[in-house]
């Protein structure tokens, strides 16, 4: 039988676009870092005075503390409350209530020191800037009625009504109670094992750093499973957002088998 042998120039124009492809992405990674540079010089000045801000003031800071985790990717659902590019959107889905600062969703998640959480790269909201926020929030004409429900009370009403599992080594902690530091990215592994508990279950029993699993499974979401929690689970408690993010945790009894 005759050896196969690539095609020289088949090769020669996979390698061409190989390269295509690592210039494109090293030009976009540039791009990146000047924008991240350009946004902190930014912020640092509008934080280094006490002016009052605008909305495009506000925007940038959120966008520099906050950005990591909630700013809009490519191809994002734009309508989940989880991402945001303009002030504008976070009254529109109810995280600010205009003329009412104290009520606000995003404040109230900055003063818990909730956000941005512990574990992110960028540094909180100084406490002034917090306040000029919040003065501009408090000028702000209220709505001529009373503020939407948050969209994701109206989908709470909806989840299905499935009960916790039962699972050997694990045990269920109570609706919207999670493990300290839960949502913290890092203290995450989504990579195993999808959608399908019982893997997940199994999986965090092989691991010796895997405390507690965390499902979105019996939210019936296509794009939802469950992860790994590799944190600590001594001290689990409630938070605003639990009951809003909607999932269940498992705590684990057993030793890595």
Known sequence: MDQWAPDPETQAEQRSARVEAQARAAEAIQIEATRASQLELTVREIEQNDAVLDTAQIESVLAY????????????????????????????IGKVIPGDAAQS????????????????????VPEATVSRIADFIDALPPPPRPAPEPAWAEQARDR?????????????LGDWIRCEHAGEWPSVDTEVPGRDLERCFQACR??????????????????LGCSLYLASCA????????????????????TSQ
């Open 65 to 92: 503390h906050c950005g990591d985790c909630h700013r809009h990717r490519v191809g994002g659902d734009r309508t989940d409350g989880l991402f945001f590019d303009r002030f504008e959107e976070l009254i529109e």
């Open 105 to 124: 969703r995003l404040l109230l998640r900055v003063w818990a020191g909730e956000m941005p959480p512990a574990s992110s790269s960028r540094p909180p």
């Open 160 to 172: 299905p009504d499935t009960p916790p599992v039962a699972a050997p080594c694990f045990e269920y």
């Open 206 to 223: 092989e691991r010796a750093d895997c405390v507690a699993v965390t499902d979105y499974t019996w939210l019936e979401l296509p794009d």
């Open 235 to 254: 001290t689990p408690g409630t938070g605003v957002w639990h009951e809003e993010d909607g999932a269940r945790q498992y705590r684990k009894l057993c």
